[in-house]
């Protein structure tokens, strides 16, 4: 019979991997997007949940340059229209 009094408990680290089509393993990582703030797991070089927080980022950090072409593009129709 053995006891377990002189034996130390080890951590087991769990690794989730991502299989892509050609044998490519990529370690998964919980991340926090920066956009909604929602945690999902994604590889390291992922920074957004979705490709609505991304391209809705995009438009933030862009929105002057949108919003000017916006005006341009209504004033040019208005004016040939």
Do not use: N, W
């Not at 370690?27 to 703030?37: G, I």
């Not at 994604?42 to 949940?49: A, D, E, F, I, N």
């Amino acid at each position: 019979m053995h006891t377990l009094a002189g034996m130390r408990k080890e951590k087991v680290l769990i690794q989730r991997i991502a299989r892509t089509s050609y044998t490519r393993r990529l370690t998964l990582e919980t991340k926090t997007c920066p956009t909604c703030h929602a945690t999902f797991e994604g590889v390291k070089k992922r920074r957004y949940c979705s490709r609505a927080c991304q391209a809705k980022a995009d438009y933030e950090r862009h929105a002057d340059q949108y919003r000017k072409a916006r005006v341009d593009k209504y004033h040019a129709e208005k004016k040939a229209g």
